[in-house]
């Protein structure tokens, strides 16, 4: 899922990763292999959000997906996957 300004500062209050922007150079070929999405980096690889039902009715939240893995020690590479879901959820307004 694409996020807005909004979207993007409470997720990254809520996870320890850093936002790729959209003018990254990697964006373009992440959107052609994975779909248009906000694309997070954090210490184990790349994550979006995916729609998720939410806890409570008027809440919108995200569960973080898992595409792929820092491939060496230096987090400079990534090696893609199944998309795997972590299991954490990312409430999106509150």
């Known amino acids: 899922m694409k996020l807005n300004a909004t979207?993007?500062?409470q997720t990254l209050t809520q996870m320890d990763a850093r936002v790729l922007p959209d003018d990254h150079p990697a964006v373009g070929q992440?959107?052609?292999l994975f779909?248009?999405?906000t694309f997070f980096l954090d210490e184990s690889g790349l994550k979006v959000?995916?729609?998720a039902e939410p806890a409570e009715e008027d809440t919108q939240a995200g569960k973080v997906v898992?595409?792929?893995d820092w491939s060496d020690s230096t987090s400079s590479s990534l090696q893609a996957h199944k998309p795997v879901?972590?299991?954490v959820v990312v409430v999106l307004n509150q």
Do not use: Y
């Open 7 to 9: 979207q993007v500062k």
């Open 49 to 51: 959000l995916e729609v």
């Open 35 to 37: 779909g248009d999405h």
């Open 85 to 87: 879901v972590t299991g």
């Open 66 to 68: 898992s595409l792929a």
């Open 30 to 32: 992440l959107v052609e």
